[in-house]
Each structure stands twice: as C-alpha cells, then as structure tokens.
C-alpha cells in the first residue's frame, strides 16, 4: 500500500503575495477599505506626533489597525496579537506586513496608546470611520 512522500517543510520555499491569498469576497477586505480611509485623513496628525529623527518606529497606522483585529476577532491581548500575528496570514494582509517582516514586540502598544490618546488622534480616527 503506497501512502505517498511527505516533504519536509524546511525546505520549502514559496513566493506567495499576501494579497493573493485572501478571498476577494472576504469580509475583512470591506474593514481595510474603512480603515484604510479613516487612518489616511489622520495621517497629518500622525506626522505632527513622531519625530523625523531617532530610531524607526512601528507605524502608528499599523499598531491602531492590530486593535480592530483584536477586537474583530476577539483577542484576548497585544501579546495574544503578536503572537497571532506571527503566523496567522489574514492578519499579516490586514496590517500590511509581508511574510517575513517580523512581528513588533507588544509593549509597542503601551507607548503609542498614550500618545494617541494624548493628542486625539483616537477620536478623531473614530470620527473619520463613521463619515466613511
């Protein structure tokens, strides 16, 4: 009886667009279209907060958009997130990220929550969201 070959997964390589994998009729892609809006009429105040020197920062843009996955799809924790995230593929398309960028560490939350909430960018970022 021929079971067949299994391959070993280490050396598989493939070049696979996030883009590609997520179904055209996915729910998910009308939540990005919103959110994509509402953060692009906040990007100046997104400029006006972080400074164009110091080391790189994880885009605020990206860190607001893992809260909507949170609650989208009931994660319990940033840490839960970046964990999920590490491996899940809808998440990764959803905020942008490629398949071998690696995952920002979940204290990053911390820092931008106060800042975003220092400055009002939470609030108008919701008002944007219910004009879309």
């Given at each position: 009886?021929?079971r ?5 997964p280490?050396?598989?390589l493939?070049?696979?667009?996030p ?8 729910p998910?892609r009308?939540?990005?279209q ?28 990206r860190?607001?958009t893992?809260?909507?996955l949170m609650a ?27 398949m071998?960028?690696p ?18 960018v ?5 008002a944007?969201?219910?004009?879309s």
């Amino acid at each position: 009886m021929a079971r067949g070959i299994q391959s070993s997964p280490i050396s598989t390589l493939a070049l696979v667009h996030p883009e590609s994998m997520i179904p055209a009729s996915h729910p998910i892609r009308v939540m990005r279209q919103i959110a994509d809006a509402a953060l692009a009429e906040v990007s100046p105040l997104f400029d006006q907060l972080y400074a164009a020197t110091g080391r790189p920062s994880i885009p605020p843009e990206r860190l607001l958009t893992g809260g909507q996955l949170m609650a989208l799809y009931s994660i319990g924790s940033e840490r839960a997130l970046c964990d999920e995230i590490t491996y899940h593929l809808l998440y990764r398309w959803f905020l942008g990220m490629d398949m071998i960028e690696p995952v920002f560490d979940h204290s990053t939350f911390t820092k931008n929550r106060e800042r975003v909430l220092a400055h009002g960018v939470a609030d108008e970022l919701f008002a944007q969201g219910y004009r879309s």
